[in-house]
């Protein structure tokens, strides 16, 4: 009898130290992983929030288990590969997929086509001229839109893999929330130090980004989740209770040109329209 007990004892101990299934799964970058929005969760070297969209969206969804392998500063690379984050390494997100799997969600490309250098590149210490376009526009090309198109297999790739590991699962891409205002050549110097003549060639590029997702998601049999036109109108430049993005100075709880907890919340609707059902 105590044979049996024991037995019994550890194959419970056996399954409680084993990770349980997650029927739903998100991935991708910092605009899932929603850097400093409290409360930040670990593995802290990820700038993850225990309120962005996933989380958010998560008990809504019915799904018996959640597992959120987002990470800031995430590639594509970084589905199949640990990233390095302190105190480090964040494992390969793909880790978290398994045959059980029902629901991915990912934001992924950003990083890939250098977002933050080109955020960097483009502030600007007055708000009228043009200072970073001709950057990246030069002798013919054009170097984002050549990003870009690089990046568009590696997303194709994504999709791909997470199909091979959860062939059950819905997967959606969750594209990036609008940070200039839709129309115009102004934005909301020195909030978003962008000058006048560099705004409509970014929000240009974002949008160039979102298609390249959009038109990737199409291909590969995955659904889009647009968060960019939802976010029309809710862009960096718009008042604080209004705004979905952060510009460079927050006054929410959020990295600088990063969503914010109403962005998120925002998101949070949009993957349980689309995921829910």
């Known amino acids: 009898m105590r044979a049996l007990i024991a037995a019994f004892a550890a194959v419970a101990a056996l399954v409680a130290a084993s990770p349980a299934a997650a029927d739903y799964v998100a991935l991708g970058d910092s605009y899932a992983a929603g ?3 409290p409360l930040q969760i670990a593995p802290y070297g990820c700038l993850k929030s225990s309120n962005n969209y996933a989380h958010l969206a998560a008990p809504k969804l019915r799904q018996p288990a959640f597992r959120d392998a987002s990470c800031s500063g995430a ?4 589905m199949t590969a640990p990233q390095g984050v302190t105190p480090g390494p964040n494992p390969p997100q793909f880790d978290s997929l398994d045959a059980d799997t029902q629901i991915v969600t990912f934001n992924i490309g950003g990083n890939d ?3 933050t250098s080109i955020a960097e590149n ?3 210490t007055t708000p009228t001229g043009t200072f970073c376009k001709s950057d990246y526009v030069h002798d013919g ?3 984002i839109s050549e990003r870009i198109a690089e990046t568009a297999p ?7 893999g997470i199909r091979a590991r959860a062939p059950q699962a819905r997967i959606f891409a969750v594209n990036y929330a609008a940070i200039f205002p839709e129309r115009g050549a102004f934005g ?3 909030q978003l130090p962008v000058a006048d003549g560099d705004i409509a060639y970014l929000r ?3 949008r160039e980004l979102n298609a390249m997702i959009a038109a990737q998601a199409a291909v590969n049999g995955a659904g889009l989740i647009d968060w960019y036109r939802a976010s029309i109108g809710h862009d960096a430049c718009k008042p604080p209770l209004i705004r979905w993005v952060e510009p460079l100075l927050p006054a929410n709880a959020a990295a600088p040109v990063h969503p914010n907890l109403l962005g998120m919340v925002g998101a949070a609707k949009l993957v349980v329209a689309a995921a829910g059902g």
């Open 35 to 37: 850097p400093l929005i």
């Open 75 to 78: 590639e594509t690379e970084d």
């Open 141 to 143: 090309r054009d170097e």
């Open 204 to 206: 240009e590029k974002q």
């Open 113 to 115: 086509i250098g977002f």
């Open 188 to 190: 909301c110097w020195p």
């Open 154 to 160: 590696k997303v194709a790739a994504v999709i791909q």
């Open 122 to 124: 483009c502030l600007s």
